[in-house]
């Protein structure tokens, strides 16, 4: 057995310490071939995303405490942007989320946006997978950013909900762009701020000017007062994503495979030269890039 | 290096956890905030759920003297002895030999500059690299101050 294999076999067997150590070489990019996740209706990958400060984490924080009185295993991955100039990065998501350090039951990584040669989207997704083979039921992705590119980060996860709150309206900017579409739920947090409730009027507003009918529900929740959690829940679990969405979603998923087997392959500096020289085309670069 | 940035027991003071925590990063590292009073078992899950390279310890309560050596303590029996433990805060001139054979690397009282110790990380991390281990369990006594 090499090294990797045995690292995998035991974190199979419940080896916290060697999951842990098998995240951060899928982190650097290394591949890891796993069993195909189990076949289970309680497992499941939540994508939360939205702009910095709305309250993410906190409402995290509510999940996991959710779950965890369901008896429940709960793993987090919680990115936060590294400093382009420094490559430097620091990850506060775990101080909102007090019940993250309750016990055993749940596991908390603090991952920042640099590194992942491969592209972080496919690397979240290799960590969910060894998450879920590992035994841990429910997996929340936090991913900060309102542009098109983060809510794209967790195309992979089986539900997505898209956070704003009082005072942003970053979520009618989305609409606007079109990548409202993945996600399965809109929550306003932060419903104790009387703002929010106009945030939420106006997000509605925006939907019903929209063409598809099943736009995502609108929730207003309060993850401070821990107000309304019990119902967000609820609608994560019982929302079926329309047959539109979960096409887009498929996209979604091709598109970082895609990406992360041109950026992984071997050849990709030698290709990019030969581009530069003018010796190959782009399309004879991409053929041998996906070869 | 990943280093986790925590504020052990009942101690509220965390300005300065938070002043070097950001310092950190702007000198490259990847540094995890735990927030304030985590208990020795949280630090070291913690620790070893992020998988970091390092521990830095915040206190200005006077409990170090109970809370490191616990800490250390849990690092080495949950095999994580590898992992290299430095403080900061109020620490007496009279514990420092105590907080060193405990397995501590270097301690940062107030006025500390950043320089030095972004400085220290970088001996630390050329030591791994040379194949001289500064984790809490690699007793060969070197340590920064
Ligand atoms: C500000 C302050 C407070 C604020 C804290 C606000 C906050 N959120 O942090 C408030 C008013 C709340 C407070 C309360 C108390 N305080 Co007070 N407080 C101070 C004071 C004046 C300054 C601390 C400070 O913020 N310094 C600025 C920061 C940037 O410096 P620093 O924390 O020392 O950090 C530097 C280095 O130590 C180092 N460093 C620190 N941590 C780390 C970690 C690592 C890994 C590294 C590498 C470096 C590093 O780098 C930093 C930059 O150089 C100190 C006295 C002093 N001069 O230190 C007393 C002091 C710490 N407090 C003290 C006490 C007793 C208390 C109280 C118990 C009651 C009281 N008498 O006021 C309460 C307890 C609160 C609690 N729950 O724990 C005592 C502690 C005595 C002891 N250790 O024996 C001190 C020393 C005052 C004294 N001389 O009596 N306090
Ligand atoms: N008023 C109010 N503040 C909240 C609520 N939820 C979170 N916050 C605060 O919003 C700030 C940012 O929270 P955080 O969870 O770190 O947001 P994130 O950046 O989206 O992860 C913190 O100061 C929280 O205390 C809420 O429901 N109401
Ligand atoms: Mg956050």
Same mark, same amino acid.
């Given at each position: 057995?090499?090294?990797?294999?045995?690292?995998?076999?035991?974190?199979?067997?419940?080896?916290?310490?060697?999951?842990?150590?098998?995240?951060?070489?899928?982190?650097?990019?290394?591949?890891?071939?796993?069993?195909?996740?189990?076949?289970?209706?309680?497992?499941?990958?939540?994508?939360?995303?939205?702009?910095?400060?709305?309250?993410?984490?906190?409402?995290?924080?509510?999940?996991?405490?959710?779950?965890?009185?369901?008896?429940?295993?709960?793993?987090?991955?919680?990115?936060?942007?590294?400093?382009?100039?420094?490559?430097?990065?620091?990850?506060?998501?775990?101080?909102?989320?007090?019940?993250?350090?309750?016990?055993?039951?749940?596991?908390?990584?603090?991952?920042?946006?640099?590194?992942?040669?491969?592209?972080?989207?496919?690397?979240?997704?290799?960590?969910?997978?060894?998450?879920?083979?590992?035994?841990?039921?429910?997996?929340?992705?936090?991913?900060?950013?309102?542009?098109?590119?983060?809510?794209?980060?967790?195309?992979?996860?089986?539900?997505?909900?898209?956070?704003?709150?009082?005072?942003?309206?970053?979520?009618?900017?989305?609409?606007?762009?079109?990548?409202?579409?993945?996600?399965?739920?809109?929550?306003?947090?932060?419903?104790?701020?009387?703002?929010?409730?106009?945030?939420?009027?106006?997000?509605?507003?925006?939907?019903?000017?929209?063409?598809?009918?099943?736009?995502?529900?609108?929730?207003?929740?309060?993850?401070?007062?821990?107000?309304?959690?019990?119902?967000?829940?609820?609608?994560?679990?019982?929302?079926?994503?329309?047959?539109?969405?979960?096409?887009?979603?498929?996209?979604?998923?091709?598109?970082?495979?895609?990406?992360?087997?041109?950026?992984?392959?071997?050849?990709?500096?030698?290709?990019?030269?030969?581009?530069?020289?003018?010796?190959?085309?782009?399309?004879?670069?991409?053929?041998?890039?996906?070869? | 290096?990943?280093?986790?940035?925590?504020?052990?027991?009942?101690?509220? #003071? $965390?300005?300065?956890?938070?002043? +070097?925590?950001?310092? =950190? /990063?702007?000198? *490259?590292?990847?540094? &995890?905030?735990?927030? !304030?009073?985590?208990?020795?078992?949280?630090?070291?899950?913690?620790?070893?759920?992020?998988?970091?390279?390092?521990?830095?310890?915040?206190?200005?309560?006077?409990? #170090? $003297?109970?809370?490191?050596?616990? +800490?250390?303590?849990? =690092? /080495?029996?949950? *095999?994580?002895?590898? &992992?290299?433990?430095? !403080?900061?805060?109020?620490?007496?001139?009279?514990?420092?030999?105590?907080?060193?054979?405990?397995?501590?690397?270097?301690?940062?009282?107030?006025?500390?500059?950043?320089?030095?110790?972004?400085?220290?990380?970088?001996?630390?991390?050329? /030591?791994?690299?040379?194949?001289?281990? &500064?984790?809490?369990?690699?007793?060969?006594?070197?340590?920064?101050?």
């Amino acid at each position: 057995m090499t090294e990797k294999e045995k690292l995998l076999h035991s974190a199979l067997e419940g080896s916290r310490r060697d999951l842990s150590r098998l995240l951060s070489m899928i982190e650097k990019g290394e591949e890891l071939s796993m069993p195909e996740r189990e076949e289970n209706p309680d497992y499941m990958i939540l994508g939360i995303t939205g702009p910095p400060g709305v309250g993410k984490s906190t409402l995290v924080g509510r999940i996991i405490s959710y779950w965890k009185e369901r008896g429940k295993k709960v793993a987090v991955l919680a990115i936060d942007p590294s400093s382009p100039r420094t490559g430097g990065a620091l990850l506060g998501d775990r101080v909102r989320m007090d019940s993250a350090n309750s016990g055993e039951g749940v596991f908390v990584r603090s991952l920042s946006t640099r590194g992942n040669p491969g592209g972080i989207s496919a690397s979240l997704m290799a960590m969910s997978k060894l998450l879920s083979c590992c035994g841990w039921e429910k997996i929340i992705i936090e991913t900060v950013g309102s542009g098109q590119s983060e809510i794209k980060i967790v195309a992979f996860a089986d539900k997505i909900v898209l956070v704003d709150g009082p005072d942003r309206g970053d979520i009618i900017q989305a609409e606007k762009a079109g990548i409202i579409e993945l996600a399965d739920l809109v929550v306003v947090n932060k419903s104790d701020v009387p703002s929010a409730l106009k945030v939420a009027e106006n997000i509605r507003s925006a939907f019903s000017f929209s063409n598809e009918n099943d736009s995502p529900e609108v929730l207003l929740v309060s993850a401070e007062r821990n107000d309304g959690i019990e119902e967000m829940m609820e609608l994560i679990q019982s929302s079926e994503s329309p047959l539109w969405r979960s096409r887009i979603k498929i996209r979604e998923r091709l598109l970082s495979l895609w990406d992360h087997r041109l950026m992984s392959s071997p050849k990709l500096n030698q290709v990019i030269d030969d581009i530069e020289t003018g010796s190959i085309s782009l399309e004879d670069g991409l053929d041998i890039l996906s070869g | 290096m990943k280093i986790v940035m925590a504020k052990p027991g009942l101690d509220g #003071h $965390d300005r300065g956890a938070k002043v +070097i925590a950001r310092a =950190l /990063r702007d000198g *490259g590292h990847e540094v &995890v905030y735990t927030g !304030l009073r985590r208990t020795p078992e949280e630090i070291s899950r913690i620790v070893m759920d992020e998988d970091a390279t390092a521990l830095g310890l915040s206190t200005l309560s006077g409990a #170090h $003297d109970v809370l490191v050596p616990r +800490i250390c303590e849990l =690092l /080495r029996e949950s *095999g994580m002895g590898h &992992v290299m433990v430095f !403080l900061g805060g109020i620490i007496p001139e009279r514990d420092h030999e105590k907080m060193f054979s405990e397995g501590v690397r270097a301690i940062f009282g107030p006025g500390s500059r950043t320089e030095e110790i972004l400085a220290f990380l970088g001996k630390s991390e050329s /030591r791994i690299e040379n194949n001289q281990p &500064v984790g809490v369990f690699n007793d060969d006594g070197w340590h920064w101050n």
